[in-house]
């Protein structure tokens, strides 16, 4: 019998292990009993995995302007094209707009040719759309962009804070092990979201705050926490800022949250008399104009009870992607540099330039997602090479990204499908591996590495994205720093870079894996690090020693702003979107399991019946959202889940599933000025009966 190969969802950040089997008809997929995230578990959509991997739709050979070519044809093509826009209108004229869905080595290639070799750092993800405040606020406390947790933390916690996460559905087996652990010792859950949501099924407390209010109920906690004694003066030695974040904090406004007072009570006693505390945070945190400020907020009431680093107790951030941790630890932002290193800091730029012995080196940082689809916009970004996402409705103002893509002179779209939205606007498709059918790595939230295996042949002309990035790298005359024998070869380059981390007192060195065999590499087991000399690293911050230039961490004075878009006559509705349990994204993969599209079939808005009631909107009635940027149509939902004058659509369908309900083109593109993560729960439209 065929011995099941081990692999990696790719889904959800939790980053499940699976096991893959071919068969006759597909794949056959199983949870991994020995991975640490998951230990056989598997949601839905993991376990639908084995439906997915047709090749209905697949993109199989490249095209250049609409018609199939060759890869000596396209890749030369974008080759000179890049070559041609960096020699006539200078490096910042091109950019990478890239995914937290690549492998780790592909994301690291794309980083170095674009910022050592191209010269430029417009390089973005979509993970700026996904946890950019988590990165802000990380670094802003910690001074690196560290998880402090692990899963493990989750299951010793007597009490786990979700601070705007349905983690129910977005992450389900954490879900699934948080509710064990419940049964188990009796964990209390608390959920603090505006909607309510399937993860207040098995909570004890639900705070239904007040959209964007979160910094303003997390002030109050601090000063809950300063008033009854609960701060832990000695941690406070490895902690700066204070005094003047909880001035801040006793400044702060609760009536903002429009909480009842006596929740608030109850959630704050729970948080004081318990130690063991974990703060799970997610989305509803991080995609809002004042993300990073609401992160600070939340760290500030765990640095000011020491309550981090130490077993079930501290605060984690919760990422959307497979692989948007490795991105981050690649520099896949555009104000990062490799290894959790900083492109504002000269010191570190010199240590990179010096460890690829590029030509040269971006001197600032690049423009992040939204700014960088204007630039495209308006001309200035006139070569633009998208991975594996789907800007043109993914993105907030989404009818403007799609104009722009447009409008530019040459875009480059590598996928797996030509059949999304973006991909139909590119001058070059770019066919590519799949899951499944290509091999590397991904970094899980819990800083876990795992290998993605390829199990199935890589059908047509496809190739991996590292192979692709790496052929346009030599084509455009820089043969040595990109000449590759395989996936493995990069990533011994990458945990060799990572040793520079270590040496300038930052926390990604991974370098203890830069020796890997061949074999080796193959046989990766999931590995947490840190890791030196192979062997997995203990905790951060336990000691209290922090990565800021004392060694100490930085507690934050942070206000409450309200979301930027404000409702009124013309817009009196506050949207929220996200995701459902069933669907991926764009729904490139998940929408070919007849499976998960029984669960919801249709684009839907929640309303309030209230609200429904004065709208004279009826369930199944055809609901129009219109906002300042655009408008879409989908079906009535009527559910107290969600409060008067708020609503919820999924981002889930496009172009391609249901052009009409393109949700993301209702979104504002307003940003938070630190992280430039987009406000995509808060923007503003009215409701009719269509
Ligand atoms: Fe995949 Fe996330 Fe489900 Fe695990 S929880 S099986 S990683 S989608």
């Known amino acids: 019998m065929t011995q099941p190969i081990r692999s990696t969802c790719p889904y959800c950040g939790t980053g499940c292990g699976v096991l893959l089997t071919p068969t006759e008809n597909g794949l056959e997929v199983k949870g991994d009993p020995d ?20 090749l209905g739709g697949r993109l199989l050979a490249p095209q250049v302007h609409g018609q199939e070519s060759d890869w000596d044809t396209a890749l030369q ?22 995914s937290g869905q690549l492998l780790t080595e592909d994301y690291y290639l794309a980083n170095k040719l674009i910022k050592g070799y191209m010269g430029t750092a417009n390089v973005d993800t979509n993970s700026r759309l996904c946890m950019a405040s988590t990165v802000a606020g990380h670094k802003r406390a910690f001074g690196t962009d560290t998880v402090p947790q692990t899963y493990e933390d989750i299951e010793s916690a007597d009490l786990v804070v979700l601070v705007g996460s349905n983690l129910a559905w977005c992450h389900p087996v954490l879900y699934q092990r948080l509710i064990a652990a419940k049964a188990e010792r009796g964990t209390k859950i608390v959920v603090i979201d505006p909607r309510r949501t399937a993860t207040c099924d098995g909570a004890d407390l639900h705070l239904p705050l007040e959209a964007g209010s979160d910094v303003a109920l997390f002030n109050h906690l601090l000063a809950q926490i300063y008033e009854q004694g609960a701060v832990d003066a000695e941690f406070l030695a490895h902690v700066n800022g204070f005094d003047a974040a909880l001035a801040a904090a006793f400044n702060s406004d609760l009536s903002v949250t429009k909480l009842d007072p006596d929740l608030v009570r109850q959630f704050c006693n729970l948080f004081l008399r318990t130690e063991k505390t974990v703060t799970i945070f997610s989305q509803g945190v991080n995609q809002s104009s004042a993300g990073a400020d609401k992160v600070n907020a939340i760290l500030n009431c765990h640095l000011a009870t020491g309550r981090i680093g130490k077993p079930g107790c501290g605060p984690l951030s919760v990422t959307g992607q497979p692989n948007a941790m490795g991105g981050r630890e690649v520099g896949g932002l555009a104000n990062m540099l490799a290894c959790h290193l900083d492109i504002e800091n000269a010191q570190h730029r010199d240590a990179v330039q010096g460890f690829w012995q590029s030509p040269c080196m971006p001197q600032a940082a690049g423009l992040k997602a939204v700014d960088m689809f204007r630039a495209v916009g308006d001309g200035r970004i006139k070569a633009l090479w998208i991975i594996h996402t789907n800007p043109a409705v993914s993105m907030p103002d989404a009818s403007a990204v799609r104009d722009a893509i447009a409008g530019c002179d040459f875009v480059v779209v590598s996928d797996v499908t030509g059949q999304t939205d973006t991909a139909r606007l590119a001058d070059v498709l770019l066919p590519a591996s799949a899951w499944a059918e290509k091999s590397g790595t991904v970094t899980n939230t819990d800083r876990t590495i795992s290998r993605q295996r390829a199990v199935l042949p890589e059908p047509g002309f496809t190739r991996p994205d590292w192979a692709q990035l790496a052929e346009v790298g030599r084509r455009m005359g820089w043969e040595e720093a990109f000449t590759y024998a395989s996936e493995a070869d990069v990533f011994r380059e990458y945990a060799a870079l990572s040793a520079i981390s270590g040496d300038l007192g930052k926390d990604f060195d991974i370098s203890g894996l830069a020796t890997l065999s061949d074999e080796a590499y193959d046989d990766l087991s999931p590995t947490r690090w840190p890791i030196a000399d192979h062997k997995q690293g203990g905790r951060f911050f336990a000691d209290g020693q922090f990565f800021h230039a004392d060694g100490k961490a930085k507690m934050l004075a942070v206000t409450h702003r309200p979301p930027v878009a404000r409702t009124g006559p013309r817009y009196p509705f506050r949207l929220n979107t996200g995701r459902v349990r069933d669907q991926w994204h764009t729904m490139t993969r998940t929408a070919r399991s007849p499976r998960l599209s029984a669960h919801l079939a249709e684009p839907f808005v929640e309303i309030n019946p209230t609200d429904a009631r004065q709208l004279e909107i009826k369930a199944n009635d055809l609901v129009q959202l219109k906002s300042p940027q655009g408008s879409a149509v989908m079906r009535a939902r009527i559910t107290d889940a969600v409060q008067t004058g708020a ?35 808060a923007s503003v439209v009215s409701a009719t009966r269509f």
């Open 35 to 54: 991975h640490p995230a998951n230990y056989g578990r598997l949601c839905s959509k993991g376990s639908a995995l084995g439906e997915t991997v047709g």
């Open 77 to 98: 093509l974008v080759a000179d094209k890049f070559a041609a826009s960096i020699r006539d209108h200078g490096p910042d004229s091109v950019a990478f707009y890239l």
């Open 647 to 681: 609503l919820f659509a999924p981002i889930h369908w496009t172009g391609e599933t249901a052009p009409a309900a393109r949700i993301c083109d209702t979104v504002a593109g307003e940003v938070d000025p630190v992280s430039g993560q987009p406000e995509s729960k």
